[in-house]
């Protein structure tokens, strides 16, 4: 059970209380603006953050780069349709003869003042996304109601959430008095010579293979007008990449790591494999 001392070492509970630390070597990450800096104020003035994009745009990398940069552990949480304000904050478990609380994901992070990240918290229910807000304003705490216990958040914690705002509709989306408690980062698919560059680094591609991957992206996602519901991520060239380096044949990593994760529609497969041909 962790108690409620305050924390003067952030790493060692990091290391002992399942938080993530601060990565040791920097995770590679290319600022597309300045989201570094606007982010780094953000944590310096306790302001929480909101990162929009589209899903494999670099969102998570970018958190990751800045608990290394910021020198704080991270948490994240992956958001689903189940998960209980319980499952982010704790619950009462039942060892042996005893009761004894357990913090969750999110009240582990306030304690240690670390960045704690909702990934696509709009996946989460309503009631369970309303345990946030006290500390996305100046009270700054964190309410755990079965314990009585008012938290307040040590210092270097920051609340990041993210979420696809193309892929929501009407009835998942974030409510205004949530929104507006978050300075809001928009993430997109990198420049042709910026996503080139990333697919050389972690696809571990010459930049002339990853200069065709980013062009066959660019034809793929012109095929949104043709009901393509999603278009490829960086993360699926990266994916191909990575195979083609390991010895695929081009064509066939397109198809298994780009074309087949998008849509099962025989039609749009078909449109796609035939911009494979054309250009690989």
């Known amino acids: 059970m962790t108690s409620g001392r305050p924390v003067d070492d952030p790493f060692a509970l990091a290391s002992a209380d399942g938080l993530r630390p601060p990565p040791c070597e920097e995770p590679f990450y290319l600022p597309s603006g300045d989201e570094v800096a606007v982010f780094a104020a953000c944590h310096a003035h306790g302001l929480p953050v909101m990162l929009k994009g589209?899903?494999?745009?670099?969102?998570?990398?970018?958190?990751?780069?800045?608990?290394?940069?910021?020198?704080?552990?991270?948490?994240?949480?992956?958001?689903?349709?189940?998960?209980?304000?319980?499952?982010?904050?704790?619950?009462?478990?039942?060892?042996?003869?005893?009761?004894?609380?357990?913090?969750?994901?999110?009240?582990?992070?306030?304690?240690?003042?670390?960045?704690?990240?909702?990934?696509?918290?709009?996946?989460?229910?309503?009631?369970?996304?309303?345990?946030?807000?006290?500390?996305?304003?100046?009270?700054?705490?964190?309410?755990?109601?079965?314990?009585?216990?008012?938290?307040?958040?040590?210092?270097?914690?920051?609340?990041?959430?993210?979420?696809?705002?193309?892929?929501?509709?009407?009835?998942?989306?974030?409510?205004?008095?949530?929104?507006?408690?978050?300075?809001?980062?928009?993430?997109?698919v990198p420049p042709p010579e910026r996503e080139v560059a990333i697919v050389v680094h972690e696809g571990g591609v010459s930049g002339r293979q990853a200069a065709d991957l980013v062009a066959l992206a660019g034809r793929l996602r012109a095929l949104r007008d043709r009901g393509l519901p999603e278009v490829p991520s960086t993360r699926l060239l990266v994916s191909a990449a990575r195979l083609i380096a390991s010895g695929v044949a081009p064509r066939e990593a397109c198809r298994v790591a780009i074309a087949a994760p998008l849509t099962d529609d025989p039609d749009l497969l078909a449109a796609a494999h035939d911009v494979i041909g054309l250009l690989l």
């Open 54 to 188: 589209p899903t494999g745009c670099g969102k998570t990398r970018f958190v990751e780069h800045m608990s290394w940069r910021l020198r704080r552990p991270l948490v994240t949480v992956a958001c689903h349709d189940d998960l209980s304000a319980s499952d982010l904050i704790g619950r009462y478990l039942v060892r042996g003869s005893e009761t004894v609380w357990q913090d969750g994901p999110l009240t582990r992070a306030v304690r240690a003042g670390a960045l704690c990240y909702l990934d696509e918290v709009v996946e989460a229910r309503p009631d369970t996304i309303v345990v946030i807000h006290p500390l996305t304003d100046d009270r700054r705490v964190l309410p755990i109601d079965k314990t009585g216990e008012l938290l307040p958040a040590a210092p270097g914690f920051q609340l990041v959430i993210s979420y696809n705002p193309g892929y929501q509709h009407l009835l998942k989306d974030l409510k205004p008095s949530t929104r507006q408690r978050f300075v809001a980062l928009e993430f997109t």
